[in-house]
């Protein structure tokens, strides 16, 4: 079956400390893989997206994320947080075949000063 | 990147009542529309997918009577919920697909929702 994982619910760090927020997926197809940050009662917005080539994908506001076609995983990294990168993300797979994302349950992150 | 809006943001209404939450791209034509829905502190659940000028395809257990959906244009789709009630209270939320030159999908884009409080 088709399912996207994000084991952390929540996660809680200290502002400058460095973030890892973990995704695993199960895909029949070659996945496209994004992730999406959602402040309180807002849209989606995309981070950053991997549909092929370098593994190693940059995105918005200091994000990446590397894809493990091995461990069937999308982990997102930040070297150093900032207080309004608080907010709940989303882990989300797709395929070049289909219209349809399915999404993990997201991360929420707290970030202390 | 391409803006998606959503109106209204927010609309409370009486249990029986039906409401109408539209969806635009505001500077791309989006052939294909999708509909979320999304439970406090919960992820995104797909609800249907619209495409202009023709039917819209639900999910396995969204009621396709209860949750109307239409795609007129290449700029706008409308969900209606009928006949509402409290359960129906969630927050909804659209996207727009964009495609690349060949055709093939290339990424969602997101409003920014609406919350629907049913009384």
């Known amino acids: 079956a088709q399912s996207v994982t994000q084991p952390d619910i929540h996660i809680t760090v200290s502002e400058g400390a460095s973030l890892e927020l973990r995704c695993n997926y199960s895909y029949g197809a070659t996945p496209y893989l994004f992730w999406y940050v959602q402040s309180p009662g807002q849209g989606l917005q995309l981070l950053l997206k991997y549909f092929s080539g370098d593994t190693l994908v940059q995105g918005i506001k200091g994000f990446e994320a590397e894809f493990k076609r091995s461990q069937s995983s999308f982990n997102l990294r930040k070297p150093s947080v900032h207080w309004s990168d608080a907010a709940e993300y989303f882990c989300a797979v797709g395929s070049y075949n289909t219209d349809k994302l399915i999404f993990g349950t997201g991360t929420r992150l707290q970030v202390f000063p | 990147g391409a803006v998606v809006s959503q109106h209204p943001s927010w609309v409370i209404c009486k249990s029986g009542t039906s409401v109408k939450i539209e969806c635009r791209s505001l500077?791309?034509?989006?052939?294909?529309m999708f509909w979320y829905r999304q439970f406090p502190k919960q992820s995104l659940m797909l609800m249907a997918t619209s495409n202009e000028g023709s039917k819209a395809t639900y999910e396995q257990g969204v009621e396709k009577d209860k949750f109307l959906i239409n795609h007129a244009s290449l700029t706008l789709s409308t969900l209606t919920v009928t006949s509402a009630h409290p359960e129906d209270s969630s927050f909804y939320i659209c996207s727009a697909g964009s495609y690349d030159r060949t055709g093939l999908h290339n990424e969602q884009f997101f409003g920014p929702g609406t919350r629907l409080t049913v009384l």
């Open positions: 500077d791309f034509q989006a052939t294909t």
